[in-house]
């Protein structure tokens, strides 16, 4: 039902976007929304509108498409000087010009809104309105991309971009998943006293959470980690033992006592995130020399279940879907700490007039911004790249992998890595204030 209203509310605000009277028309049976919210929604929104478009031009599918259903297509791409059928318009090349627009462009803002300390500033309009004009600019942010010279030096370079801005939101998307736990948890267990239902609500997840985890963990022990596969092995191991660990610290009654609210509901999110990321990092190895006579040994399902293919897409699906969960998580989390006022309404001068019942956005910032504008532009600068490197597999230009799309060593450890670091990080959560007594932190 949120994801129908985000929707609704994305959509209204692009009807704003070309006038008042396409505002009106669409918005009015909408409820009146927050600046704050209405700019997360939109800068959401067109980040998932970059991804779309990259996701198809990535497809060789979409090519192949193109090159039998256009007549004389090769020739109109040497026409335009995209190469032969477009080459230079698809492919890995093409994923990484159009999120170099959208990461040019949040650096950009995120430079313009630094200090902006309240609505009132100038640059909080900017930040906060000219949907469409931003729009533009990302289209000629990236159609310039695609005029860039010497190809294969741009892609070398801008690879190590977002191999380090991607593994920078990997961490980051970690800590924000451990928040959200800690939050989750916290929420529902001070509600305990008021009604039981909400410690059914806390073990009916747990236990969905954990059980999950174990099957997840059967399947992958199954048909990835069996013989001669002894890096799937060591894999499963460590995802295993790293489950019952963090599950175990965490009721620990040295943990209690500093932290009351810890328990197993944040243990179960955190070992059910983990056995993702180890599934996707074993869906991602290319075929490895590994056997005594020499051959490559794909170490995949050991019967197919699910097509290569349609591992692929389903594991991109399920992090592009976390990724977006999470920004808008992070962007939302600072909200809580800043008190906005909502007294000032931005409307558009055209909608003053008597009798207009369009959606108002309501300026809830006037007093000060209830998040760091600057850094709320970081965020999606991260994901940008991390978009860019996920769709591409972390595709390394200089290499050429023969395995087929989707299979690389280098997704495989980054992946891997991180599922790691969740756990440290989320355990780090739990030790720190024994560690630290004389520090306060956050329950």
């Known amino acids: 039902m949120g994801l129908v209203i985000s929707g609704a509310c994305c959509a209204a605000q692009a009807a704003c976007c070309f006038g008042s009277a396409a505002c009106s028309l669409c918005c009015s049976c909408l409820p009146d929304m927050p600046a704050s919210v209405a700019t997360k929604l939109m800068s959401t929104f067109y980040l998932l509108l970059g991804t779309v478009v990259s996701g198809?031009?990535?497809?060789?599918?979409?090519?192949?498409?193109?090159?039998?259903?256009?007549?004389?297509?090769?020739?109109?791409?040497?026409?335009?000087?995209?190469?032969?059928?477009?080459d230079a318009l698809v492919g890995y090349s093409a994923v990484y010009r159009v999120m170099f627009a959208f990461t040019a462009f949040h650096f950009l803002m995120m430079l313009l809104t630094i200090k902006v300390s309240s609505s009132k500033d100038p640059r909080a309009y900017i930040h906060n309105g000219f949907w469409g004009i931003k729009l533009l600019i990302i289209i000629g942010i990236c159609v310039g991309a695609f005029y860039i010279p010497d190809v294969?030096?741009?892609?070398?370079?801008?690879?190590?971009?977002?191999?380090?801005?991607?593994?920078?939101?990997?961490?980051?998307?970690?800590?924000?998943l451990v928040d959200f736990a800690h939050v989750w948890n916290s929420s529902w267990s001070g509600r305990l006293e008021e009604n039981t239902c909400w410690f059914v609500a806390l073990l009916t997840f747990m236990s969905l959470f954990f059980l999950s985890s174990l099957v997840g963990i059967i399947l992958l022990g199954v048909y990835y980690a069996y013989t001669p596969c002894t890096l799937n092995i060591m894999l499963?191991?460590?995802?295993?033992?790293?489950?019952?660990?963090?599950a175990i610290i965490s009721i620990l009654p040295k943990i209690q006592d500093v932290q009351p609210r810890s328990g197993l509901l944040q243990a179960s999110v955190i070992c059910l995130h983990t056995?993702?990321?180890?599934?996707?990092?074993?869906?991602?190895?290319?075929?490895?020399?590994?056997?005594?006579?020499?051959?490559?040994?794909?170490?995949?399902?050991?019967?197919?279940?699910?097509?290569?293919?349609?591992?692929?897409?389903?594991?991109?699906?399920?992090?592009?879907?976390?990724l977006f969960f999470t920004i808008f998580y992070a962007?939302?989390?600072?909200?809580?700490?800043?008190?906005?006022?909502?007294?000032?309404?931005?409307?558009?001068?055209?909608?003053?007039?008597a009798g207009n019942s369009g959606q108002k956005v309501v300026d809830d910032e006037e007093n000060g911004v209830v998040y760091n504008y600057s850094c709320f532009h970081l965020i999606y600068l991260l994901a940008s790249l991390y978009i860019t490197m996920s769709l591409t597999n972390w595709y390394n230009p200089t290499s050429a992998f023969e395995s087929g799309y989707g299979q690389s060593w280098p997704a495989c450890w980054v992946i891997i890595?991180?599922?790691?670091?969740?756990?440290?990080?989320?355990?780090?959560?739990?030790?720190?204030?024994?560690?630290?007594?004389?520090?306060?932190?956050p329950h």
């Open 152 to 176: 294969e030096t741009f892609s070398k370079i801008w690879f190590y971009f977002g191999l380090v801005g991607g593994f920078v939101f990997v961490i980051f998307q970690m800590a924000m």
């Open 417 to 441: 890595t991180s599922s790691w670091l969740s756990l440290i990080v989320y355990v780090w959560t739990l030790v720190a204030p024994i560690c630290f007594p004389d520090r306060e932190f």
């Open 236 to 246: 499963l191991i460590v995802a295993s033992l790293g489950c019952v660990i963090v």
């Open 56 to 86: 198809l031009m990535y497809s060789t599918k979409i090519q192949e498409s193109l090159i039998n259903n256009i007549p004389y297509y090769s020739k109109f791409c040497e026409g335009i000087g995209a190469l032969e059928n477009c």
């Open 331 to 353: 962007s939302c989390r600072g909200d809580e700490s800043s008190e906005g006022t909502a007294s000032t309404t931005i409307a558009d001068q055209g909608d003053t007039e």
């Open 275 to 322: 056995v993702f990321l180890t599934w996707w990092a074993m869906s991602v190895e290319p075929p490895n020399d590994i056997s005594t006579t020499g051959e490559l040994t794909y170490c995949g399902p050991s019967h197919q279940l699910v097509s290569v293919d349609g591992q692929e897409i389903l594991t991109l699906i399920i992090g592009l879907i976390i």
